[in-house]
């Protein structure tokens, strides 16, 4: 419903996405020691959001840009100054207070770009790709999975399961330009295979950081799947992905 109504409905999503998942990735932090400032985090995230309205005409790709550049430089520059109080902190919540911002409210606002444009509708292809080469993936490596792909980060994720991922999030991808957009079919296949591809990285991106953090999950929000950033990982590297190709296919940066 979120999707198909996109405008504020979509941001308003996208930022309660954004708000528990940085206090769920910051826990993880914590639970290794390090401590990233978290009102920093949500404030960068609502500085963010709060550029909606005065970008949120397809007109304005200068503005919309030139906005995304000033807050990244206002972010980055906010968690690098947390570290100043050496005597309190180490470089490494200074690192993870910037790592959180990069990762989270930045990478998530690119959903709403998407929705910004006048190719709303791949906002759908970001959601397909990445929760359809989990799934496919998933039942692929169940019948099929026999040769590990990454051991250590996710002992279940076979390199038949990843292949089976790839072809059914650009199948699912084909099937919905060819319903939605037929002029734009084969661009949405291509979307479906980078776009499954950079939600595998975004997977074991997640994985990684798990690991390091010691946690099974992130939280414990959503049943049988942990928290937040458990279900959105892979739709977090999914979107810029998306987003920068269209813009570079579908010729959305009209400068």
Same mark, same amino acid.
């Given at each position: 419903?979120?999707?198909?109504?996109?405008?504020? /409905?979509?941001?308003?999503?996208?930022?309660?996405? $954004?708000?528990?998942?940085?206090y769920e990735f910051c826990k993880?932090?914590?639970n290794m020691g390090v401590h990233p400032s978290a009102p920093i985090c949500y404030a960068a995230t609502l500085l963010l959001?709060? &550029?909606?309205?005065? $970008?949120?005409?397809t007109d304005m790709p200068r503005q919309t840009m030139m906005f995304m550049g000033m807050w990244l430089f206002i972010s980055v520059a906010a968690g690098m100054?947390?570290?100043?109080?050496?005597?309190?902190?180490?470089?490494?919540?200074?690192?993870? &207070?910037? &790592? &959180?911002?990069?990762?989270?409210?930045f990478f998530v606002y690119h959903l709403v770009m998407?929705?910004?444009t006048d190719a709303r509708l791949f906002v759908w292809i970001v959601i397909i790709a990445a929760f359809a080469s989990d799934i496919f993936a998933y039942f692929t490596g169940y019948f099929f999975g026999k040769h590990?792909?990454?051991?250590?980060?996710?002992?279940?994720? $076979?390199?038949?399961?990843?292949i089976g991922g790839l072809v059914g999030s650009s199948l699912l991808s084909w099937v919905f330009g060819l319903v939605f957009m037929k002029d734009m079919a084969w661009?949405?296949?291509?979307?479906?295979?980078?776009?499954?591809?950079?939600?595998?990285?975004?997977?074991? $991106?997640?994985?990684?950081?798990?690991?390091?953090?010691?946690?099974?999950d992130y939280g414990n929000l959503i049943p049988g799947h942990g928290g937040i950033m458990?279900?959105?990982?892979?739709?977090?590297?999914?979107?810029?992905?998306?987003?920068?190709?269209?813009?570079?296919?579908?010729?959305? /940066?009209r400068f």
């Open positions: 419903i979120v999707l198909y109504l996109g405008g504020w /409905w979509l941001w308003a999503a996208a930022l309660i996405v $954004t708000l528990i998942a940085i993880g932090w914590e959001f709060g &550029t909606y309205p005065f $970008t949120i005409s100054i947390y570290g100043w109080k050496i005597n309190e902190r180490g470089p490494y919540d200074s690192v993870a &207070t910037i &790592t &959180t911002i990069v990762y989270i409210p998407i929705d910004m590990k792909m990454a051991p250590v980060l996710s002992p279940k994720k $076979t390199i038949e399961g990843a661009v949405c296949l291509i979307l479906g295979l980078v776009g499954g591809l950079a939600g595998m990285a975004g997977d074991l $991106t997640a994985s990684a950081f798990k690991r390091r953090m010691g946690i099974k458990d279900r959105f990982d892979s739709v977090i590297f999914v979107a810029p992905v998306v987003y920068y190709v269209i813009c570079l296919v579908y010729g959305l /940066w």
